[in-house]
């Protein structure tokens, strides 16, 4: 196991600077306030992050990508994903079929979302539903955004978590009208995917990843997580593609401006998971039947998407992957055995199309 802990899921939980202060649910014409009272060192930490720097539209580059992988999208047996946020200032994914699909967290402006979705011809009543892993701010903030805009959407988190979102946040209590209860190690539905909410280790109220099935797929997703856990392992290794936190390097968080309150609480076994404790596990779930891995929640002043990349590559081809391809869909990367992508913090990404044979 990669790191020894003192696993204790119902440690008493007090707010923080994973928590947010101000409105994080305002309306579009109310963006929340940026982050005035916030130290800059732990900026990382809060949501209200500087302003994107993206744009929906796609790059020349990332439109040929797309050219490569898109045309797989209405596959009868294929599946998409893609991401439009990743890391202490939003997160939010999106798995899916033709038929429609689900988001991963909601911290992510509900216009970019449907914009992304769009310029992959996928259209929000695709989307069904949005399972929140837990209720810090850069998973929730635009959650009652979303549901309010689209009221076809339903809140999937266990009643544990949409009590934490209550009370930590400045939410409206009408956000209870969409929510779908849910609770860990029960397989519910939404559409054509079963879904198996596990424990992970993290300091939100309720902390949940998720394993995701659908025919012969196995989607998995364990992000903000101090350490790994048995449950953990046991969906990851059973999963095709995997969703996996690469949150910082040691060495940077060690020598970084943080205070050593929040170095600590990162570190700690239920903050989040370290590029070396990632990569060793990628290598111990190591199997012929992993195709992709997305790194994700890479923190922007204590890690580099390089960094994250190479621990993991060097992992994956120690425990005997023939080949570690880039996820471009370029012919190169699709002669190697594992895909191995890490999620970009504020950009939407490309749309991967997940096949299994
Ligand atoms: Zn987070
Ligand atoms: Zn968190």
Redesign the pocket.
Known sequence: MAKKIKYSPARKKTSGL?DLTGDLFAMPDREPSVLEQVHPSIADFVVNAPEPKDTVEPSDDRRSALELDVDGVGEIDSLVFMSFGSG?SGNCAYLGDRDGGFLIDAGVDADKVKDGLKANGIGFDKVKGICL??D?G??VRYAYALVRKHPHLGLYCTPKALGGLLRRHNISRRIKDYHRPIYKEFPFSIGNFELTAFEVS???TD?AGYFITHGNHRFAVA??LGCITPRVDYYMRQAQYVMLESNYDAVMLRNGAYPMHLKARIAAANG?LDNADAARFLSEIYAPHLRNVFLCHLSQDNNTPDMALDAARVALMGAGAAGVGDGSGSIEARGCAVQLVALPRFDVSQVYVLRCD
């Open positions: 994973f202490s892993t837990h810090h850069d998973h993290h300091d939100g902390n992000t903000d989040h």
